[in-house]
T-cell receptor, first 114, second 113 residues
Framework: EAGVTQSPTHLIKTRGQQATLRCSPI?????VYWYQQALGLGLQFLLW???????NRGNFPPRFSGRQFPNYSSELNVNALELEDSALYLC?????????????FGEGSRLTVL | DQQVKQNSPSLSVQEGRISILNCDYT??????FLWYKKYPAEGPTFLIS?????DKNEDGRFTVFLNKSAKHLSLHIVPSQPGDSAVYFC????????????FGKGTHLIIQP
């Protein structure tokens, strides 16, 4: 069974540009989470999607946005990139739609902003 | 305001000995706790969890202890093996919450041969 897949693996952008990251959850999982892991920090909760709807977002500015498609895959968009957006972006999926269960993570997308 | 804290950024343990990783939390609403393990260039993988109704959960070499009154949990690995070298994240959640999991900053465990 395929795990959570993310693309691209690496992405290099310059300040002010937009970045789009993609995630395919484990088959059967309807919940998708996005986390940011910046250098020296733990995993910071970004967004939670379930059944195509945004259920919750973390303490990030509105230029971080995303969506979930009918096939439950998800996209994270970061607009007006800033240097501090350089981080590993991790997507996770879950069967638990209450937001409390075990998460299965992808390998992440490393975004570098120059 | 960090709700889940792992105060040791790194820990070095000899192979065969016990590794003890610690985690403290501040939010008394948390009722489910998990440990994740992360190798470089890979996503975190689930290791073991514990519900707040228990004080211990064991899975092979891994045991998690929960002390609710102290808001403290620990992960014991015995015996420690070279493949255990990784970053370990403590995470917590609350029933009915919509915050996903709240993670600590991680502890880098290094198993010395």
């Amino acid at each position: 069974e395929a795990g959570v897949t993310q693309s691209p693996t690496h992405l290099i952008k310059t300040r002010g540009q937009q970045a789009t990251l993609r995630c395919s959850p484990i088959s059967g999982h309807t919940s998708v989470y996005w986390y940011q892991q910046a250098l020296g920090l733990g995993l910071q909760f970004l967004l939670w999607y379930d059944e195509g709807e945004e259920r919750n977002r973390g303490n990030f500015p509105p230029r971080f946005s995303g969506r979930q498609f009918p096939n439950y895959s998800s996209e994270l968009n970061v607009n007006a990139l800033e240097l501090e957006d350089s981080a590993l972006y991790l997507c996770a999926s879950s069967l638990d739609t209450r937001g409390t269960g075990e998460l299965f993570f992808g390998e992440g997308s490393r975004l570098t902003v120059l | 305001d960090q709700q889940v804290k792992q105060n040791s950024p790194s820990l070095s343990v000899q192979e065969g000995r016990i590794s003890i990783l610690n985690c403290d939390y501040t939010n008394s609403m948390f009722d489910y706790f998990l440990w994740y393990k992360k190798y470089p260039a890979e996503g975190p993988t689930f290791l073991i969890s514990i519900s707040s109704i228990k004080d211990k959960n064991e899975d092979g070499r891994f045991t998690v202890f929960l002390n609710k009154s102290a808001k403290h949990l620990s992960l014991h690995i015995v015996p420690s093996q070279p493949g255990d070298s990784a970053v370990y994240f403590c995470a917590a959640s609350r029933s009915g919450g919509a915050d996903g999991l709240t993670f600590g900053k991680g502890t880098h465990l290094i198993i010395q041969p």
